[in-house]
T-cell receptor, first 115, second 109 residues
């Protein structure tokens, strides 16, 4: 158990809909990272938050947004869903702002299926 | 991650050594990593190597780094069925880790 909690574990929805994925980081970790894992794209970095502020942005679509709340949990909002958004979405956390020693702790992921 | 490349599949017999190879692009990466993903689970850090090292050994794991060729490898000695998983190579790139596509290792009896 990494200490990172993601909900829901599985989600099935229709095209055009909007979903919210939630992540609670490991106790004491201030950074939260979101990654998307799909068969054709591999593991893609989406966005990072540190202590409530956006720190880095990767290949995140404009239809997607995220935030980190004062209690440090984070939510990833996916809207106007398309079939290609079907993927496993991982949240990871770390103590500091930069994963220099590789100490990213991953949750078990939220599997999104768009029909 | 288009910056990190790995072969996609590796099949190995139980008891043999596994070698997973990776090439990366960012020569300024301070650390390079190997993560393991078991079925239905998130990624877990296996080991990492500092960029000024050539080799790091940790029990059955040996990491070799060739900075000139930007080549990283992970050797698993005496591969066991529990080693069946997807192995990801990753490099630091600004504030994030960039991962390869992952190598699926299948251990056969």
């Amino acid at each position: 158990d990494s200490g990172v909690t993601q909900t829901p574990k599985h989600l099935i929805t229709a095209t055009g809909q909007r979903v919210t994925l939630r992540c609670s980081p490991r106790s004491g970790d201030l950074s939260v990272y979101w990654y998307q894992q799909s068969l054709d794209q591999g593991l893609q970095f989406l966005i990072q938050y540190y202590n409530g502020e956006e720190r880095a942005k990767g290949n995140i679509l404009e239809r997607f947004s995220a935030q980190q709340f004062p209690d440090l949990h984070s939510e990833l909002n996916l809207s106007s869903l398309e079939l290609g958004d079907s993927a496993l979405y991982f949240c990871a956390s770390s103590v500091g702002t930069q994963p220099n020693t590789g100490e990213l702790f991953f949750g078990e992921g939220s599997r999104l299926t768009v029909l | 991650g288009e910056d990190v490349e790995q072969s996609l599949f590796l099949s190995v017999r139980e008891g043999d050594s596994s070698v997973i190879n990776c090439t990366y692009t960012d020569s300024s990466s301070t650390y390079l990593y190997w993560y393991k993903q078991e079925p239905g689970a998130g990624l877990q850090l296996l080991t990492y190597i500092f960029s000024n090292m050539d080799m790091k050994q940790d029990q059955r794991l040996t990491v070799l780094l060739n900075k000139k060729d930007k080549h990283l490898s992970l050797r698993i000695a005496d591969t066991q069925t529990g080693d069946s998983a997807i192995y990801f190579c990753a490099e630091t790139n600004d504030y994030k880790l960039s991962f390869g596509a992952g190598t699926t290792v299948t251990v056969r009896a």
